[in-house]
């Protein structure tokens, strides 16, 4: 049972708004406040409680309409006996409808107008998570909360499944003596004799064998000491045991259906997370979306055997949406990505990566190109350029000339060569990212004519460094970035040839600012050949930023290219 389609009306600051789903995971991006987590909120709303509240509301004279479609697998159709879509089996379009804040959500089918039951509604056992939770008071056996519920209830499954008593785990005798010589002590205290307060023993042994256990690492570290990254991932992955849980025996078994082809129970599962990605480092966001996609697509031996142990369930039906401002923690797949955006007017849209239709070249064309270039769906402007070089060189451009690219949203990305910039292009075009493209001039011919794609002045980056390079700066680069390599010495004999001499003992930039500009001039004419030689030699982020760092002008080109990016960003809604 898969979340496939949603339309939104008059809800926060969702309205008139159309969702399409990846049936597997969906990450849901876009910029601070502008209704992703509102989103995660409407579907707990919708599949977990009766009704929504007064400010959830838009408009207080209009009703909340959500229309959804859920894809449905063959052993999921009974579910909805006859109502379905008409024109696919496996489809079923529901309507939700709460006309005012005193009233309760009421469900029906689209087509035919039956009401459909809440409780069939909330088997698709919708699980809600978000980085506000307070791993320390869940992360306990004897703390019956949260995910606490389901530790606690291992112990209380394993007393109820040995028949065991207090007195298996402890020497009633023993604990007499104890209370004895604490209520001693304490009977000396007034207000413990006034109110006859004293020490007793637990009589519930659930309770009394909870607090006997508490979670550690291999240096016996206790949970609560250890950081959030580690309590978070633990808390995630609970959650959904901890949902199995707080289902009554008549929910679960409700929910619950039979693969006659394998005879395994299944149950439907669909998870909303809340920005997982905090407390977690990079390859720890990657392992953890990775590790929950490996559960709910039944490819967690451990996770599943778990499942059939204490809910007899052996087979989940699962989809994942999440919300996430991190670009470590998405997939490398375009199509798994719903972007929250502004349109020219300032009014919210949605642009979903399942809808995105590419020629086939294109699509594994981007495919190859997206675990480098997640970074830009984050961004309010990208610069797209073939290689590290510029890559490297641009940020320093930025600051050189005073732009703090970050306050602006605007990322420059290395597209991997020049024919990946128009797909890219295209790409982030299809979700509304403001973009511009840098390409070598050798390439113009084949690509002229793109929108927003522009040419370097020379031939290559290389050329327009060489010609806003004065051949002192260039000279006093190599001296200082390679003072052990001496490679500017092997420009002594080129500036011989034209009656320039210079002491090689000494450093070779200075002897030059008593020369007249002329002949600077026709030394750096003599030197283009080799200038252009050592650059693209000396490819690389770091020889870019070197490069940006000491060129004696940032070229027109670039600068043209970040004042045009500034404009679109300040302009952007």
């Given at each position: 049972?898969?979340?496939?389609?949603?339309e939104?009306?008059?809800?926060?600051?969702l309205?008139?708004?159309k969702?399409?789903?990846?049936?597997?995971?969906?990450?849901?991006?876009?910029?601070?406040?502008?209704?992703?987590s509102?989103?995660l909120?409407?579907?707990?709303?919708?599949?977990?409680?009766?009704?929504?509240?007064?400010p959830d509301?838009?408009?207080?004279?209009?009703q909340?309409?959500?229309?959804?479609?859920?894809?449905?697998?063959?052993?999921?159709?009974?579910?909805f006996?006859?109502?379905f879509?008409?024109s696919?089996?496996?489809?079923?379009?529901?309507?939700?409808?709460q006309?005012s804040?005193?009233?309760?959500?009421?469900?029906?089918?689209?087509?035919?107008?039956?009401?459909?039951?809440?409780?069939?509604?909330?088997?698709v056992?919708?699980?809600?998570?978000?980085?506000l939770?307070?791993?320390?008071?869940?992360?306990?056996?004897?703390?019956?909360?949260?995910?606490?519920?389901?530790?606690?209830h291992?112990?209380?499954?394993?007393?109820k499944?040995?028949?065991?008593?207090?007195?298996?785990?402890?020497?009633?005798?023993?604990?007499?003596e104890?209370l004895?010589?604490?209520?001693?002590?304490?009977?000396?205290i007034?207000?413990?004799?006034d109110?006859?307060?004293?020490?007793v023993?637990?009589?519930?042994?659930?309770?009394?064998?909870?607090?006997?256990?508490?979670?550690?690492?291999?240096?016996?570290?206790s949970?609560?000491?250890?950081?959030?990254g580690?309590?978070?991932?633990?808390?995630?992955t609970?959650?959904?045991?901890e949902?199995?849980?707080?289902?009554?025996?008549?929910?679960?078994?409700?929910?619950?259906?039979?693969d006659?082809?394998?005879?395994?129970n299944c149950?439907?599962i669909?998870?909303?997370?809340?920005?997982?990605?905090?407390?977690?480092h990079?390859?720890?966001?990657?392992?953890?979306?990775?590790?929950?996609?490996?559960?709910?697509?039944?490819?967690?031996?451990?996770?599943?055997?778990?499942?059939?142990?204490?809910?007899?369930v052996?087979k989940?039906?699962?989809?994942?949406?999440?919300?996430?401002?991190?670009?470590?923690?998405?997939l490398n797949?375009?199509?798994?990505?719903?972007r929250?955006?502004?349109?020219?007017?300032?009014?919210l849209?949605?642009?979903n990566?399942?809808?995105?239709?590419?020629?086939?070249?294109i699509?594994?064309?981007?495919?190859?190109?997206?675990p480098?270039?997640k970074?830009?769906f984050?961004?309010?402007v990208?610069?797209?350029?073939?290689?590290?070089?510029?890559?490297?060189?641009?940020p320093?451009?930025?600051?050189?000339?005073?732009?703090?690219?970050d306050?602006?949203?605007?990322?420059?990305i290395?597209?991997?060569g020049?024919?990946?910039?128009?797909?890219?292009?295209k790409?982030?075009?299809?979700f509304?990212?403001?973009?511009?493209?840098?390409?070598?001039t050798?390439?113009k011919?084949?690509?002229?004519?793109?929108?927003?794609?522009?040419?370097?002045?020379?031939?290559?980056f290389?050329?327009?460094?060489?010609?806003?390079f004065?051949?002192?700066?260039?000279?006093?680069?190599l001296?200082e970035?390679?003072?052990?390599?001496?490679?500017?010495?092997?420009?002594?004999?080129?500036?011989?040839d034209?009656?320039?001499?210079?002491?090689?003992?000494?450093?070779?930039?200075p002897?030059?600012?008593s020369?007249?500009?002329?002949?600077?001039q026709?030394?750096?004419?003599?030197?283009?050949?080799?200038?252009?030689?050592?650059?693209?030699?000396r490819?690389?982020?770091?020889?870019?930023?070197?490069?940006?760092?000491?060129?004696?002008?940032?070229?027109?080109?670039?600068?043209?290219?970040?004042k045009?990016?500034?404009?679109?960003?300040?302009?952007?809604?």
């Open positions: 049972m898969k979340i496939s389609k949603l939104i009306s008059n809800y926060r600051n309205n008139e708004i969702i399409r789903f990846h049936p597997n995971i969906n990450f849901i991006i876009g910029e601070n406040n502008i209704g992703k509102n989103l909120d409407l579907l707990n709303i919708l599949f977990n409680r009766n009704n929504f509240a007064e509301f838009q408009d207080l004279d209009k909340i309409d959500v229309k959804f479609s859920l894809e449905l697998s063959e052993i999921e159709q009974g579910f006996e006859d109502l879509d008409p696919e089996r496996g489809k079923i379009n529901i309507v939700a409808i006309e804040p005193d009233e309760e959500i009421k469900f029906h089918h689209e087509e035919s107008g039956t009401a459909i039951s809440k409780k069939i509604i909330r088997c056992n919708y699980i809600s998570y978000d980085s939770r307070n791993p320390p008071s869940e992360l306990s056996f004897s703390k019956n909360k949260g995910v606490g519920k389901f530790l606690n291992i112990i209380v499954r394993y007393l499944d040995t028949n065991l008593q207090d007195t298996d785990f402890i020497i009633p005798e023993k604990i007499g104890l004895t010589q604490v209520n001693q002590s304490l009977q000396k007034k207000s413990f004799k109110f006859s307060v004293q020490a023993g637990e009589s519930n042994k659930e309770n009394l064998l909870a607090k006997l256990i508490l979670l550690a690492d291999s240096n016996n570290q949970l609560d000491k250890l950081g959030y580690v309590q978070f991932s633990i808390i995630i609970l959650s959904i045991l949902r199995l849980l707080s289902l009554n025996k008549q929910h679960l078994e409700r929910c619950t259906i039979k006659d082809l394998d005879s395994e149950i439907p669909l998870i909303g997370l809340d920005e997982p990605e905090i407390h977690l990079p390859y720890a966001q990657r392992s953890l979306i990775k590790y929950l996609d490996r559960i709910v697509s039944n490819k967690e031996p451990d996770f599943i055997s778990l499942l059939e142990d204490i809910f007899k052996s989940l039906l699962g989809q994942i949406l999440v919300v996430s401002h991190s670009p470590n923690i998405l797949d375009y199509r798994h990505l719903i929250f955006c502004k349109d020219d007017a300032g009014v849209i949605v642009k990566g399942i809808d995105i239709d590419l020629e086939e070249k699509e594994k064309q981007l495919l190859k190109n997206l480098y270039v970074e830009a984050f961004s309010k990208v610069i797209l350029v073939e290689g590290e070089s510029e890559l490297g060189a641009l320093i451009f930025f600051e050189r000339l005073g732009i703090d690219s306050e602006l949203g605007i990322s420059v290395q597209a991997g020049a024919e990946s910039i128009p797909p890219l292009m790409l982030l075009d299809k509304s990212i403001l973009n511009l493209g840098l390409m070598d050798d390439k011919t084949v690509h002229v004519g793109i929108p927003n794609l522009h040419f370097t002045q020379g031939i290559d290389e050329e327009d460094m060489y010609h806003s004065d051949i002192i700066d260039y000279i006093k680069y001296e970035e390679y003072p052990d390599e001496r490679k500017a010495h092997c420009f002594i004999g080129k500036a011989r034209i009656e320039i001499i210079f002491d090689p003992k000494d450093l070779i930039h002897q030059l600012n020369l007249p500009s002329d002949k600077i026709e030394l750096k004419e003599t030197l283009k050949d080799d200038i252009l030689r050592g650059m693209k030699s490819k690389g982020i770091i020889c870019g930023r070197d490069l940006g760092s000491y060129v004696t002008e940032v070229p027109q080109i670039y600068e043209d290219l970040i045009k990016a500034v404009e679109l960003s300040t302009n952007a809604k």
